[in-house]
């Protein structure tokens, strides 16, 4: 059964950033500043690491009640049973994913265009992941997406719309008037010193521009007024 998920804050690992800390203790410190989902990333390693790094990020996220989502790999997900896969433009066209996967699990996709988005949500995806928004390095060869085009999809959807690429404290203000379920990050707390406070920090943020739910009913109160 699908989670009645809160999106706002995505974390997505990536072992470079680890140095010589352990990734199943920055995932915990980070679900306890305030990260709502994590999707597991791993470009490297046979199947029986990845398989294994899944089970222990597991034991975390359970313990939370928050969802695990595998990124690309649905054998993966399905053996470790995690909540849901992640896929992109140039994996398994999503309704392939869909099908094996079945209807109670999560499916995200990434999207960088209004095409994609609608795309991806008529074949079946529950959320997507828009960008990249601003330049990043933890991730080569991906399209630019400009704000406008993140504003039109959200827009255009009836799922959850979520911004990555390139995602800091410095620049969550860009997303005020964006209408967006949350944000991914992925150095802003794999690499940060203390992913417990930049959590923190990043949830504090966030609330102070005021969740999708807040914003359409400050929208839906100017509009009232008008009349």
């Known amino acids: ?12 690992t990536d072992r470079n950033l680890l140095g ?31 398989y294994e790094q899944a089970l222990l990020i597991k ?18 997900m399905l053996a470790a049973d995690a909540a849901g896969v992640h896929v992109g433009q140039t994996d398994l ?11 109670n699990k999560i499916l995200g996709v990434s999207a960088s265009s209004l095409e994609e988005a609608l795309q991806a949500e008529f074949e079946g995806a529950d959320y997507l992941g828009v960008g990249s928004i601003f330049l990043t390095k933890t991730k080569l060869n991906t399209k630019k997406t400009s704000l406008q085009t993140l504003q039109q999809i959200t827009q255009s959807v009836h799922i959850p719309t979520l ?37 923190l920090q990043l949830r504090s943020r966030l609330r102070k521009n005021g969740d999708k739910k807040e914003r359409n009913e400050i929208k839906e109160k100017g509009e009232r007024e008008k009349k």
């Open 1 to 12: 059964m699908k989670y009645n998920i809160d999106y706002s804050l995505y974390l997505i």
């Open 20 to 50: 010589n800390r352990n990734i199943e203790n920055i995932v915990e410190e980070a679900i306890q500043g305030g990260v709502t989902v994590v999707q597991l990333r791993e470009k490297d390693g046979d199947s029986v690491f990845l």
């Open 59 to 76: 034991t975390i996220t359970d313990k939370y009640n928050i969802p695990l989502i595998i990124n690309d790999r649905v054998d993966i």
């Open 93 to 103: 066209p999503v309704a392939v994913v869909r099908k094996i996967i079945g209807k």
């Open 163 to 199: 911004a990555i690429g390139g995602i800091h404290l410095d620049n969550i203000d860009n997303f005020k008037n964006v209408n967006i379920e949350g944000i991914c990050v992925v150095s802003e707390i794999m690499g940060a010193k203390d992913p417990y406070s930049r959590a």
